[in-house]
């Protein structure tokens, strides 16, 4: 029986996971790319379509985690495309979630939230128990990082690009990539309710 190269590629690579993502990421960048344009464009261009093609690296990642190959049934016709397309919508969802999280966010002063002073209360539109656990977590997520991973994670909450971040701190756009897929995964296993 002949196999697919999608399906040689798993084979070849299964052992390590952050390669395969990454060469699946680069075969399917074209795919990526065009659903980034096209979400980019539905958020009134808000949303950085190379930062998102970026952001689905991760997502990826999980979803080739949960590849069963005793579970696949025709060799001939595997092909990443679906745990892609997955990666990408769940790149969305998250995407969406932040932006929800961000416009609290930025009601916070930031200065005092970067001093520690965390009991700073100001005027926002939202309704304050219904945001109490975003607030919460992003504080506790702000705690856990090192001073470098706190500058990346104002800045994305900030709505800056790995690009003007990396510039800011005169780093490289791939390093600020590396700490922000850093920050994600410190958090997905601290804080289950990050998940998404």
Known sequence: MEMSKDYLMYCQNCADLPKLAQLVHDKYKPYIAKFAH???RQSNYKIDAEDFVSDVYIKLIKQIET???????NIENFNFHVYVR???????TQDKKISKQKEYFETL???????????TVMYCNYNYDEHLHSKELLKAIYR???ETQRKVFLGRLKDK?????????NISKQRVE????????MCENKFPQFRM
């Open 38 to 40: 096209s979400y980019s």
């Open 161 to 169: 690009t790995y690009s003007g971040i990396a510039k800011e701190m």
């Open 109 to 119: 002063n930031y200065e005092s939230f970067e001093k520690k002073q965390y009991n």
């Open 67 to 73: 590849i069963r190959i005793d579970k696949i049934k």
């Open 86 to 92: 997955q990666a990408a919508y769940n790149t969305r």
């Open 178 to 185: 590396q700490i922000f897929k850093t920050i994600v995964n």
């Open 144 to 146: 856990k990082c090192n």
